[in-house]
Nanobody, 124 residues
Framework: QVELVESGGGLVQAGGSLRLSCAAS????????MGWYRQAPGKERELVAG????????YYKDSVKGRFTISRDSAKNTVYLQMINLKLEDTAAYYC?????????????????WGQGTQVTVSS
């Protein structure tokens, strides 16, 4: 049974950093395009970062460019989201997702597998 497990969320002050991890089981992350989504209360789920299955392409939401970095460790079968200079508006539940497509998918319905989410709260 495929499982994606996120970790690394927490409470951080504005300007701080966090690294989210997404550990996969029964799924090889290098064979999937991976995405990190977030959802704040009352808002739609949005893609903040994506990584193609070959790792040659990345996508970042404009508001996180230069602050977030998505990466993959094939040996650990884990995908990461490094977040620096966090802002209040980054507060949300963050979800890892996997799609068998080669390219990064922007629509959430394109993703087959989802993690349970990890909460990131940025305080002033």
């Amino acid at each position: 049974q495929v499982e994606l497990v996120e970790s690394g969320g927490g409470l951080v002050q504005a300007g701080g950093s966090l690294r989210l991890s997404c550990a996969a089981s029964e799924l090889t992350v290098s064979n999937y395009a991976m995405g990190w989504y977030r959802q704040a209360p009352g808002k739609e789920r949005e893609l903040v970062a994506g990584l193609s299955s070959a790792g040659g392409s990345t996508y970042y939401k404009d508001s996180v460019k230069g602050r977030f970095t998505i990466s993959r460790d094939s040996a650990k079968n884990t995908v990461y989201l490094q977040m620096i200079n966090l802002k209040l508006e980054d507060t949300a539940a963050y979800y890892c997702a996997a799609t068998p497509f080669y390219q990064i998918a922007t629509m959430p319905q394109s993703y087959t597998y989802w993690g349970q989410g990890t909460q990131v709260t940025v305080s002033s």
